[in-house]
Nanobody, 130 residues
Framework: VQLQASGGGTVQAGGSLRLSCTHA?????????VGWFRRGPGPERKGVAC?????????????YYLDSVKGRFTISRDNAKRMVYLEMNNLVPEDAADYYC??????????????????WGPGTQVTVSS
């Protein structure tokens, strides 16, 4: 499964961007847990937001966030459009990074920011100017 992330760009501090994640072949991601990750200048990858699989269970479609983005970022699905979004508001320079999405099929087991995901794709660059 190849994923495609898009929507990055350059904004001033305080601005907003919406990133999109889609399956390269157009399949729905609703049965997948999807995570957004970022990698800044260093090698460390950091989970930013994730949403568990939409499997109808009590833990389905639950959202988790990195502490530093809570209240500013929102992850969501649009199953009709087969997209997973990351809405980013009130951006700060520390948010600048390469953002990419990853997916794992059928996961609704709770916290998903530190999972080892099975599928991924190239990232989209976010630049925040101060």
């Amino acid at each position: 499964v190849q994923l495609q992330a898009s929507g990055g760009g350059t904004v001033q501090a305080g601005g907003s961007l919406r990133l999109s994640c889609t399956h390269a072949s157009g399949f729905s991601l609703d049965q997948y847990a999807v995570g957004w990750f970022r990698r800044g200048p260093g090698p460390e990858r950091k989970g930013v937001a994730c949403i568990t699989a939409n499997d109808g269970s009590a833990n389905g479609d639950k959202r988790y966030y990195l502490d530093s983005v809570k209240g500013r970022f929102t992850i969501s699905r649009d199953n009709a459009k087969r997209m997973v979004y990351l809405e980013m508001n009130n951006l700060v320079p520390e948010d600048a990074a390469d953002y990419y999405c990853q997916a794992i099929r059928g996961y609704s087991g709770g916290y998903c920011l530190t999972l080892t995901y099975d599928y991924w794709g190239p990232g989209t660059q976010v630049t925040v100017s101060s």
